[in-house]
């Protein structure tokens, strides 16, 4: 039937349905539960919104034509009221959510101007919220900044300003408001979408009919189709006005966010172990963290600096060990945040309170002076006030694997600054820790602790303090029996660089590596891995001399791998295996030349 309506007709369906999956939409933003304080601050815009797209349903039901179309006159009358109330409804603001507006917008005033706020009058809006937990708080927080990411990829440098004025306020709210961490309360688990919905779903329709790429920012056309916004607009910018998928023409080209789809895909992911950032090309960036979103995020954050830095001091046990908590997450990803903790002076107890006999302190502590290690400052600050020795007992003797494989990871930092690798190396304990932690950890305490010696090894006198741990047999035991390619091509750097140095070629060789080395080239995956085997491979034939070249010629395997280095791989590797498939040839032709000489002499005997 719906082919023989007019076109007329068929124009103002489509209308209506775009304006009703607009305020679909609408709806779905308003009502997360971790948007509140976002939605506040955007009230008059959403209101605003709501006013438009009524407004448009309005349009779209007076041109309707009743009159062409086989209805009765009682759906007719009930479309003429509706469009009628469209026409006149109104939408403003709440009062209370313009007064709570307004106090939010004072406190940020506030914070501008360099002056702290009450704490009575942060509470009023945040009960207002309803926001009454530290899990509500950080929920609130972790929305906030991934607003801004994709705020940051849309150029949209108002919403960027406030968004960082927003969660520069929530931390400072979190920190100094919530003293319980109710994070692990089962009930405030984050959202999961039903397990029944999800089994139900094909993870194709996750996929951009376009690009046929996992959506990283999905978006419904006016024909009611879904596609990556991306890939939708470069679509769009070539000139095609047609909907890809159903071949029909677009009667607009407005791209509404699809949330619902969204929610679903990052549920998927969560749920199966995919990371969203390898597909996300906005994902976050912390280079532009150097510098505050907003004055009133600066302020905010060095608020909550010169706080935490009071608990650490002058805290309770629990007070200082939250402290730690909270410094550990604020310098995970920001730079300035780091540089503010540092300047509050928030390093030396740190330090100290790796010396504490609580498990979770423990861990706390050396995980935010992990995270500040990575700052220039926070390195210089940390081997200046005796930090090196409390950090290598924790990597020797922490009271979790965890707080060990932080350790490992503190130190590799550690080792990026020159005379830093030195010190570390000329402690006994230091590699041998390591050593210990490749054998013990996890795949991750393996990968930092491989990572750490690898970052000692950039300083040659290191090299024999590694060789003497053991550290050979283990890595090539990494190399033949691992899953994980990530900890293989770390593996294979470190045993690379110790292979350019004749005591680490006799160590490799004498471990009978050369055919796992030469296995591993042919089947490893990652182009990084076949760099460092190529590299180990020029090593070992340089100090190895000719049994290890003529252990190389005898496999006819290993010409292909070589090829694809010096077609894929970076300038320095592509050197390398066109010298070793240059030696490689010369020695075969030698070896002919011989055989055949030997040949031409037994046939004259013969003769």
């Keep these: 039937m719906s082919s023989n309506l007019p076109d007329s007709v068929v124009l103002c369906f489509s209308e209506l349905h775009l304006t009703f999956q ?9 009502s997360r539960s971790n948007a509140k304080i976002w939605m506040l601050m955007k009230s008059q815009f959403v209101a605003t919104q709501f006013w438009v797209l009524i407004r448009a349903l309005a349009t779209a039901l007076d041109v309707l034509p009743l009159s062409r179309i086989d209805t009765s006159d009682e759906v007719k009358e009930l479309v003429e009221l509706v469009a009628k109330q469209a026409r006149i409804a109104k939408f403003g603001l709440d009062k ?11 406190i940020l005033l506030q914070f501008d101007k360099g002056i702290e706020p009450d704490l009575t009058a942060i509470k009023r809006v945040l009960n207002y919220l309803e926001i009454r937990r530290w899990s509500d708080c950080n929920k609130e927080i972790k929305f906030l900044q991934e607003e801004i990411d994709f705020q940051y990829s849309d150029l949209k440098e108002r919403d960027v300003q406030i968004l960082s004025s927003l969660v520069g306020f929530m931390s400072y709210s979190r920190v100094t408001l919530f003293e319980a961490l109710d994070f692990r309360d089962k009930n405030q688990a984050e959202f999961k979408c039903n397990p029944e919905i999800l089994s139900c779903l094909n993870p194709d329709d996750f996929r951009c009919p376009i690009s046929l790429e996992l959506m990283i920012d999905p978006v419904t056309v006016s024909t009611g189709q879904t596609y990556d916004r991306a890939s939708i607009q470069k679509w769009l910018s070539a000139g095609n006005f047609i909907c890809p998928k159903t071949g029909e023409r677009l009667t607009s080209l407005e791209l509404v966010p699809n949330s619902s789809v969204k929610k679903l895909i990052n549920q998927f992911c969560a749920d199966n172990g995919i990371s969203l950032a390898k597909f996300n090309v906005r994902s976050h960036d912390i280079t532009r963290t150097i510098i505050p979103g907003s004055l009133a995020a600066a302020e905010a954050i060095k608020f909550t600096s010169e706080f935490l830095l009071r608990r650490l001091v002058f805290g309770t046990s629990t007070e200082k060990n939250k402290a730690a908590y909270e410094i550990r997450l604020l310098a995970k990803s920001n730079i300035f945040n780091r540089s503010c903790l540092i300047k509050a002076g928030a390093i030396p107890p740190l330090l100290n309170l790796l010396s504490s006999f609580d498990k979770s302190t423990q861990e706390n ?18 081997m200046e006030n005796g930090g090196l020795p409390p950090i290598l007992s924790v990597l020797k003797s922490g009271f979790c694997l965890e707080s060990r494989q932080l350790a490992a990871a503190t130190l590799f930092y550690l080792s990026s600054v020159k005379e830093y690798r030195k010190l570390i190396g000329e402690i006994p304990d230091a590699i041998a820790g390591l050593i210990d932690l490749v054998k013990e950890g996890t795949t991750c305490g393996k990968k930092n602790a491989v990572v750490a010696i690898f970052g ?34 770390d593996s294979l750097a470190v045993i690379a660089a110790l292979a350019e140095s004749t005591e680490g070629t006799n160590a490799i060789l004498q471990a009978s590596a050369l055919p796992l080395l030469i296995k591993t ?20 034939c340089s100090h190895g001399g000719e049994e290890v070249v003529a252990a190389l010629a005898d496999d006819r395997t290993i010409a292909g791998s070589l090829y694809s280095v010096v077609t894929e791989g970076n300038a320095a590797a592509g050197k390398k295996a066109r010298w070793l498939l ?18 031409q002499e037994r046939s004259v005997d013969v003769w």
């Design 22 to 30: 607009k305020i679909l939409f609408l709806f779905e933003d308003c």
């Design 456 to 489: 000692l090894l950039l300083c040659p006198k290191n090299n024999k303090t590694v060789l003497n741990s053991g550290a050979v047999p283990i890595l090539l035991d990494i190399i033949a029996t691992s899953n994980n390619s990530e900890l293989i091509s």
């Design 521 to 540: 080239l042919n089947s490893e995956s990652t182009l990084a891995g076949k760099e460092y085997c190529v590299s180990t491979l020029r090593s070992l």
């Design 582 to 599: 240059k030696i490689l040839h010369k020695f075969r032709e030698n070896d002919v030349a011989v055989n055949t000489a030997a040949d």
């Design 365 to 382: 502590a050396i995980a935010a002076i992990l995270k500040l290690s990575k700052h220039s400052t926070g390195k210089i600050l940390v």
């Design 96 to 106: 209370d959510d313009e007064l709570t507006v307004k106090r939010l917008q004072s």
